[in-house]
């Protein structure tokens, strides 16, 4: 297999897991980093309480409007499927409920991934100290440059919004094969989970980058070189921000899970002492 360079990113391609371990063993480290953000969770409770609080804010907003999708779904449904007015009744039912978990599952993808972007830019305080206080207990942040607030704010929130905007980009494709039966009832969200993981782990990632003086590219960069422990970060942590209050209550976890997986990334230490 021809060896990936990356020095241009100082990531240490040496230091990840060897080739000869499965793909599958990796994802579950990767989920297993969201553990030990709840671990840190736990051992920090102060601080972590803090990053709930913005996760709240937001929490609230995106489940009234999500709330709302579930309310006109139907009609939304009809309005798509406008085709099967004149069917009979079994299969108009079929078709629109088939759009009607489509349009749920759209909505489920661009809520959570929005939900984060918003988020992290209005506790980006305290989620930049939570992602701090990780980093210094794994031995500190090798070349940190010193990135004034408002700049680092501004860089984040545009780093989020192309994030949001490459969501919507595969969502549309998604919500067409949510149309397809069976496979857009099986298929299609596996597929939505591993899209919306991927991009989970990018946005997370943000803060420990940045300190490095990294951008966008650099992180999905450094992140691509260990697809699958990435992979199993991001669907872990997507998977629960689907449960009702998953999102609000781990949003802090999944900012320290992030920070080791940004540290695993660079081929720094993740284990104390």
């Known amino acids: 297999m021809r060896r990936r360079v990356t020095t241009l990113l100082d990531v240490h391609a040496s230091e990840l897991?060897?080739?000869?371990?499965?793909?599958?063993?990796?994802?579950?480290?990767?989920?297993?980093?969201?553990?030990?953000?709840?671990?840190?969770?736990?051992?920090?409770?102060?601080?972590?309480?803090?990053?709930?609080?913005?996760?709240?804010?937001?929490?609230?907003?995106?489940?009234?409007?999500?709330?709302?999708?579930?309310?006109?779904?139907?009609?939304?449904?009809?309005?798509?499927?406008?085709?099967?007015?004149?069917?009979?009744?079994?299969?108009r039912s079929v078709v629109r409920v088939i759009a009607g978990l489509a349009f749920l599952g759209?909505?489920?993808?661009?809520?959570?991934?929005?939900?984060t972007a918003v988020t992290l830019v209005i506790g980006d305080p305290f989620y930049e100290k939570i992602s701090e206080r990780v980093e210094r207990r794994y031995g500190g942040t090798p070349d940190e440059v010193e990135v004034p607030f408002w700049p680092s704010l501004r860089r984040s929130a545009a780093d989020s919004l192309r994030l949001v905007a490459l969501a919507a980009l595969f969502g549309v494709p998604l919500f067409a094969a949510g149309f397809i039966p069976v496979v857009g009832q099986t298929v299609?969200?596996?597929?939505?989970?591993?899209?919306?993981?991927?991009?989970?782990?990018?946005?997370?990632?943000?803060?420990?980058?940045?300190?490095r003086g990294k951008r966008l590219p650099h992180r999905r960069a450094a992140l691509k070189v260990d697809r699958p422990t990435s992979l199993g970060f991001g669907v872990a942590v997507f998977v629960c921000f689907l449960i009702p209050l998953g999102?609000?209550?781990?949003?802090?976890?999944?900012?320290?899970?992030?920070?080791?997986?940004?540290?695993?990334?660079?081929?720094?230490?993740?284990?104390?002492?």
């Open 17 to 91: 897991p060897s080739t000869a371990v499965g793909a599958g063993r990796r994802f579950v480290g990767g989920a297993t980093l969201l553990l030990r953000g709840v671990g840190l969770y736990v051992r920090s409770p102060g601080l972590m309480l803090l990053g709930i609080v913005p996760a709240l804010i937001s929490g609230a907003i995106f489940a009234t409007a999500y709330a709302l999708l579930v309310f006109f779904v139907d009609d939304l449904a009809a309005a798509a499927t406008p085709f099967a007015d004149g069917w009979a009744t079994t299969p």
């Open 106 to 115: 759209l909505g489920g993808l661009l809520t959570v991934l929005t939900f």
């Open 188 to 211: 299609v969200p596996v597929i939505g989970a591993a899209v919306g993981g991927w991009l989970l782990a990018v946005e997370l990632t943000g803060a420990p980058f940045s300190r």
């Open 247 to 273: 999102a609000v209550l781990l949003m802090p976890a999944a900012v320290a899970g992030a920070t080791l997986l940004a540290r695993r990334s660079l081929g720094q230490p993740i284990t104390e002492g």
